[in-house]
């Protein structure tokens, strides 16, 4: 296409309604940021009923908290940080022309995404074992107090919703690696890298968010 | 306003015009998998439409029972099965796509110069979503439909043996698509703006789509996520909003109000951009106070989030709540009333053309005023415990949503019907039906109005006897509004398809959306235009369809 | 004028004492609508007719407001509804705030019914007798769905809530009857969950009341135990919640497992109890019963002695009924069936 060729850019990259390469940047990325703001605000529904109920029922929560697998959660922020860290180093290493070192950080990435998922499952099972489980399935034996099954209810919600963003992320980061495999990014552009990378970093945020107020308060 | 030589050439009607977007690709194909914002605008247009009239039917079902007090016609499960559908259609499937994604898509691009929306494949995905959304609804509907009301209160929500899985589902899923299009909005004319138009020279239509966006992309994840909290409830037993489990039934009703509320304003900015752009194209005369109205969206967007307490004054909220939800709701008013003044102001000294739009306009000017002043009135606390969910409120926010909203979507599709299919429509016709609906909706629902002060409960199947003779007067104008619509969607098609070949700009508008050929080429500019004044001039007269071409 | 508008409005009857004050507000309100909305109307007429458009290529001056007509755009309808919001929300205080000489009436909606419930004694369902010319303030609950209560002549409605009370106030201004709607969608009877608010002269509602009492005693008395008797408010758990929240027990025992002035009373029957002694026992029907009695005779390791005797204020069937009620307090959390709410204190203003 003249249009890209013109402008010295692969084919494929530009599309015809933008004027320019970085006209078309800053829409992708407002549009991306726009985006998160509409899944922060998804997220936002969850906190505000975890909010109302941890203040029907602080007493419950504090204690179903507390039986929490602490160990477990602290592994899955570490997970996810690094996880964060290493998508990062992708992009890094993709805007400089090393895709070599680019894959091996996306598959990293996906792996410790993995890893996360295996973790909650391991808690997840905990959970059926002892049936610590939300509403009208809570028949947990270590908490009694009214509003415990309300905690779960909101645990699970919370990290259910945020396991599906896990998955969400896993898709758009393999997709993302089978691009960079065959080339698509680099110093020139990476735009879209970038964009996966942010989506990446908003599912960390929120269980950086998750991780005190289930686990640790 | 510079447009290139070929572009106002063309325009001119000196060269050859290029291929329509119509003619780029006949197949069926072409237009399922098409990348043009304004096929996608077609394609929502052709949806909305059916889907006003499937609601519409159920409309008329519940107006035909209502003739009787006792049971009639249909029983009561039914009944409340129709009022819930005829809800959940005209608002998620109708009202909240309607002018957005409909005209939105459609003119958008053309009026700030721009080839195609940002991102055009999210547009059409966007599209399935919607229609991905409404198939599961009619899903849904097939199997039995819900009995909930539009609004899902819990805990009958949750407990409620009809099928409201599926309806939910549906309304989770058309959420999406709005987000995305009022996403795509936002970004299109951050980014895509043609060389000179500056913010304040953006079309006020724009404006009202660009504020209704900020409403989209920012209240519609709440609802999604409280549908979907309902549908695990539902679903799972999870018992966030069930009091049995601890759960507090009211909490579900903020965050579906947080949206909800606001969505009201997704349904009335457009048709209120709408309005500005007609009234100033038919008066043909600059818009009095361009930027009180344009700020004026976004006011109303901005303090749209914070009046939602305003639908629970009577469900056990503290009173210093209701104060404080009762003087923010006030400042809407403020703001539409500012609008209402400016628009009334544009036709002074002006050159008014009484065409069909126009009519709309009139309507909608009255029915913005009387709903929207009834509107505040809802707000004014201790009148509202009186009025809370009888047939007043049903009244007032059908002036809004039909009278008000509706009317926008009328002048909408007179006024660019030309320009999205190059046809004319039969003028005469288009009036009679124009005042039949203006009639017509007010027969329906001042009876209703009435009725709410007479103290009947909405939601009714049964009702007193003496609700009767208001009841039966509200019918007939239903009746006569249903054959208004009627004879609009004859006429139309028929102008569709036989109509006489329209001239580019047959209303001579001044409108940026005018400044390509009509209908557009695919990629609507050769080359894009350049931007040096505020649109709807009307200080110096050119030859209709040239616009001070330089 | 008042009727004139009222009937114009179709306004019901203006039955309460506060119905009337509403009604000007509405007129006040549905005036300057009518005159907005026709005064737009009818300068878009005027407009349409002095400037209708005289040649294909008019042109048009450019003309933009001045900063004094935004200003009175911006503060003309600001004014209006302000003032709305003013006198709307002084009535609207006096609505919600019920006065303390009230007499009580407990209100329980269910799909579709109103129960009401007197706190001595008699109640009564979908029939609401009240002596006019009193304030009456209804505490209200419902057994499943939201359900609202709205009697159009008394220009009162509020929401009723499963799980949690609720209240509002009238006053009937003369005796006579009229319609209970309930007006929150609750489902396939929504539409036939009416009532009948009886307004009575004063005396004819003490003669009414009197004669329920001597019914439920009779029936009380007629009864071979003191456990046996016709619960007056549903089963005795029900009653045993009312007596608590009367009796102020729950001001210092609270059911949901909360320390407080006294033990709570979340899975106290059959707890096993260390006294101040350090003697261990099961908190059974009989330990309960000796406690309301005697309470000072066995303290809970940790608690103060401050319970006062009930010794002659509660009659054997409320001291069985509030038995039930603790017994009924387990914290096995999956409660099966609609919440029947929390208990709820009265709290009077003397």
């Known amino acids: ?217 | 306003m510079r447009l290139s030589e070929a572009d106002s050439a063309r325009l001119a009607g000196a060269l050859p015009q290029a291929p329509t977007y119509l003619q780029d690709g006949t197949t069926v194909l072409s237009w399922l998998n098409t990348r043009d914002h304004k096929r996608v605008g077609v394609m929502f247009l052709a949806s909305v439409i059916f889907f006003f009239f499937i609601g519409g039917i159920f409309a008329l079902a519940l107006r035909m029972k209502l003739l009787q007090p006792g049971p009639y016609l249909i029983d009561a499960v039914s009944y409340n099965r129709l009022f819930t559908l005829h809800g959940v259609v005209m608002i998620f499937l109708f009202l909240i796509p309607s002018i957005p994604s409909a005209f939105g898509n459609f003119v958008l691009p053309l009026m700030i110069g721009a080839r195609d929306v940002a991102f055009p494949r999210l547009n059409l995905a966007s599209f399935y979503l919607y229609l991905a959304g409404a198939a599961i609804t009619i899903w849904g509907m097939l199997q039995g439909g819900a009995d909930t009301g539009w609004t899902f209160y819990t805990p009958y929500s949750s407990t409620t043996p009809t099928q409201v899985l599926p309806i939910l589902l549906g309304v989770f899923v058309v959420g999406f698509s709005s987000i995305l299009t009022g996403l795509n909005f936002i970004v299109t004319v951050h980014t895509l703006r043609a060389p000179g138009m500056t913010w304040m020279r953006i079309p006020l239509f724009v404006w009202g789509i660009y504020a209704t966006s900020i409403i989209q992309i920012l209240a519609t994840p709440v609802l999604g996520i409280t549908v979907l909290i309902v549908a695990v409830e539902r679903f799972a037993g999870f018992g966030m909003f069930d009091p049995a489990r601890g759960g507090d039934p009211v909490l579900f009703q903020h965050m579906f109000w947080f949206y909800s509320h606001p969505a009201v304003y997704i349904m009335i900015l457009p048709a209120m951009g709408v309005i500005s752009e007609t009234v100033s194209a038919f008066s043909r005369k600059n818009t009095f106070g361009y930027k009180a109205i344009a700020m004026s969206s976004l006011g109303i967007a901005f303090v749209g989030f914070f009046t939602w307490g305003h639908h629970m004054f009577v469900a056990g909220q503290s009173t210093f709540n209701a104060g404080a939800f009762g003087i923010l709701s006030m400042f809407v008013g403020v703001f539409t009333a500012i609008k209402v003044f400016n628009w009334v102001g544009t036709m002074y000294r002006g050159a008014i053309a009484f065409k069909t739009p126009f009519a709309y306009i009139c309507g909608f000017l009255y029915f913005i005023v009387f709903g929207g002043m009834t509107g505040v009135a809802l707000a004014t606390t201790s009148l509202d415990i009186h009025w809370h969910d009888t047939y007043f409120v049903v009244a007032h926010f059908h002036f809004i949503m039909v009278g008000a909203s509706v009317m926008g979507f009328l002048a909408a599709l007179h006024y660019w019907f030309p320009k999205m299919f190059g046809k004319t429509y039969p003028e005469g016709w288009g009036l009679v039906a124009a005042s039949l609906i203006i009639l017509g909706f007010n027969a329906t629902f001042i009876p209703q109005f009435l009725l709410g002060n007479y103290g009947m409960p909405r939601r009714y199947y049964q009702y007193p006897e003496h609700f009767q003779a208001l009841h039966v007067a509200s019918t007939a104008g239903g009746t006569l509004l249903g054959f208004g619509f009627l004879i609009i969607l004859i006429y139309l098609t028929i102008a569709l398809i036989w109509g006489q070949r329209s001239e580019s700009n047959p209303w001579g508008s001044k409108g940026f959306e005018w400044l390509s050929a009509s209908p557009p080429p695919t990629h609507n500019f050769d080359e894009l235009p350049t931007i040096t004044q505020m649109p709807h001039d009307y200080r110096t007269h050119e030859p209709p369809g040239v616009l001070h071409v330089a | 004028m008042n009727e004139l508008l009222r009937r114009l409005l179709f306004l019901p009857d203006q039955a309460s004492t506060f119905a009337r004050d509403i009604d000007q507000l509405h007129y006040f309100v549905i005036v300057t609508t009518f005159v907005m909305s026709t005064a737009v109307g009818l300068t878009t007429l005027f407009f349409f007719v002095r400037y209708r458009r005289r040649s294909e290529t008019q042109t048009t001056p450019h003309i933009e407001p001045t900063w004094w007509m935004e200003l009175g755009f911006i503060g003309t309808p600001l004014f209006f509804f302000m003032l709305w919001f003013f006198l709307g929300f002084r009535e609207f205080v006096r609505q919600q705030t019920p006065p303390s000489d009230a007499i009580d009436v407990y209100v329980m909606a269910k799909k579709w019914m109103w129960k009401f419930a007197y706190p001595d004694g008699p109640n009564a369902i979908n029939v609401l007798r009240v002596p006019a010319g009193r304030n009456v303030r209804l505490l209200m609950t419902s057994r499943d769905v939201i359900h609202s209560f709205y009697v159009p002549e008394f220009r009162i409605k509020q929401d009723v809530l499963p799980g949690r009370y609720t209240q509002t106030w009238f006053n009937a201004v003369q005796p006579g009857r009229y319609q209970i709607l309930c007006a929150e969608y609750c489902g396939a009877g929504h539409s036939i969950m009416r009532g009948e608010v009886i307004a009575l002269k004063p005396q004819e509602f003490e003669d009414w009341l009197s004669q329920q009492r001597r019914g439920l005693v009779a029936r009380q008395d007629s009864s071979p135990t003191g456990l046996d008797f016709a619960p007056a408010l549903g089963n005795l758990v029900d009653q045993g919640r009312r007596i608590a929240a009367e009796q102020g027990c729950l001001k210092c025992h609270t059911t949901d497992g909360t320390r407080h002035i006294g033990p709570t009373w979340l899975d106290l029957y059959h707890r096993r109890e260390k006294l101040q002694d350090g003697s261990i026992i099961d908190a059974d029907e009989a330990y309960l019963t000796e406690s309301m009695m005697e309470p000072t005779a066995k303290i809970v390791a940790g608690f103060q002695p401050v319970m006062p005797s009930f010794q002659g204020k509660i009659a054997g069937p409320e001291v069985a009924a509030l038995v039930e009620y603790i017994k009924s307090l387990q914290s096995d959390v999956v409660r099966t069936g609609p919440s029947e709410g929390p208990a709820y204190a009265p709290i009077r203003g003397r």
């Open chain 1, 1 to 217: 296409m003249s249009h890209e060729a013109a402008q010295g850019l692969p084919e494929g990259i530009l599309a015809h309604h933008f004027s320019s390469l970085e006209r078309q940047n800053e829409a992708m990325r407002l549009g991306m940021w726009l985006f998160l703001a509409t899944e922060i605000l998804l997220f936002a529904g969850l906190f505000t009923g975890y909010a109302v109920y941890r203040f029907q029922f602080p007493l419950a929560f504090a204690e179903c908290s507390r039986h929490l697998e602490i160990a477990l959660g602290t592994l899955n922020t570490i997970v996810l940080i690094t996880s964060s860290f290493t998508v990062a180093l992708a992009i890094h290493f993709a805007r400089t022309d090393r895709r070599r070192a680019a894959v091996i950080c996306l598959v990293l990435t996906i792996g410790f995404a993995l890893a996360f998922l295996g973790i909650k499952a391991v808690e997840y099972t905990a959970h059926f074992h002892e049936r610590s489980l939300p509403g009208k399935y809570y028949a947990f034996e270590g908490v009694k107090i009214l509003g415990a099954a309300m905690f779960f209810t909101m645990y699970f919600l919370m990290t259910g919703l945020h396991g599906v963003h896990v998955v969400a992320g896993m898709s758009v980061l393999s997709w993302l690696l089978w691009r960079t495999l065959q080339g698509r990014y680099s110093s020139r552009y990476y735009t879209g890298l970038e964009m996966g990378g942010l989506y990446w970093h908003l599912v960390d945020l929120v269980w950086i968010f998750l991780y005190p107020l289930l686990y640790l308060i």
